[in-house]
């Protein structure tokens, strides 16, 4: 495991936000001493991924890298949840111009993170199905709190998660354990994502998290930046290049898929269910 140590007293010395979006959906802070970035998500409760919220991520990972910053840490403003993935009041009834529209911004965040040069951490301090892992897994590192749940569990609604999302699975999970947990829609524990890789680390606290995450990046001080992030492109280039060379087809294979009669049926089931739980509690 790598020590908190190495910026921890940096990371107390007051960032300061330097960008928050007109929607306010993410804010940016930048720590004045280590040159880090925080991007963290704002849309309660679960930071659900509609168009709106994935635009806003999508600005500021673009935001962060035109800044020239020394890494990028993600992370939620929920005290539950990282993120709950795609809104799936999106993909209910959809309007398929706007559906389509998501799924693309889905695929442009996923490639902002998954090939930026910089390196890049989660804070998980919550739980994180879905499109929540995939923001996870685009990351180089991952920290995450206790009592959560983290993996891809999109066959639960019918729906499979595309190959380059897998690809992103891949690089932290061994192939047969991705392919179980993705045919299974296996959320992982924390103690189970770390005991298989899926997570690098615990910690104890939103607060720790970040720490970790900025440890992390703070391992590459002494190392050429221009020849880390040559080796990171290096090694996720062919996932890059097929996610390019096929995006245009996997958004007509979403939208396809998300508008069969079985898938929106399970969806709206899914939503009723939703709905007693919410009645339940009051």
Not at 20 to 27: C, D, F, G, Q, R
Not at 210 to 238: S, W
Request: positive net charge.
């Amino acid at each position: 495991m790598i020590s908190s140590r190495l910026v921890s007293l940096g990371a107390r010395t007051g960032p300061r936000r330097f960008m928050s979006t007109a929607s306010k959906l993410t804010t940016v802070e930048v720590n004045d001493k280590t040159g880090i970035a925080t991007l963290t998500m704002c849309r309660p409760p679960v930071n659900g991924q509609n168009l709106e919220l994935l635009l806003d991520i999508k600005s500021s990972i673009k935001e962060i890298e035109n800044n020239s910053s020394r890494g990028l840490i993600i992370t939620s403003a929920s005290p539950k949840v990282f993120c709950a993935g795609l809104d799936i009041l999106e993909m209910y009834k959809p309007e398929q111009q706007r559906l389509r529209a998501v799924w693309t911004e889905l695929q442009n965040v996923w490639c902002a993170l998954y090939g930026i040069s910089m390196p890049t951490a989660a804070a998980i301090n919550g739980h994180a199905p879905a499109g929540g892992c995939l923001l996870a897994t685009a990351c180089e590192y991952r920290v995450m709190v206790p009592d959560c749940r983290i993996g891809l569990n999109e066959t639960q609604l019918g729906i499979i998660a595309p190959k380059w999302l897998v690809s992103g699975f891949l690089n932290v999970l061994p192939k047969r354990v991705a392919e179980r947990a993705l045919t299974q829609s296996r959320l992982f524990t924390t103690d189970e994502a770390l005991q298989e890789g899926l997570i690098d680390e615990i910690a104890t606290s939103k607060e720790e998290a970040v720490e970790k995450c900025a440890a992390f990046i703070g391992t590459f001080a002494r190392v050429n930046p221009v020849a880390r992030a040559l080796t990171k492109q290096q090694f996720r280039a062919d996932n890059l290049r097929q996610f390019h060379k096929e995006r245009e087809q996997d958004v007509e294979n979403f939208l396809s898929l998300v508008n069969r009669p079985e898938v929106q049926k399970g969806i709206g089931l899914y939503l009723q269910g939703l709905k007693k739980k919410k009645a339940n509690k009051k």
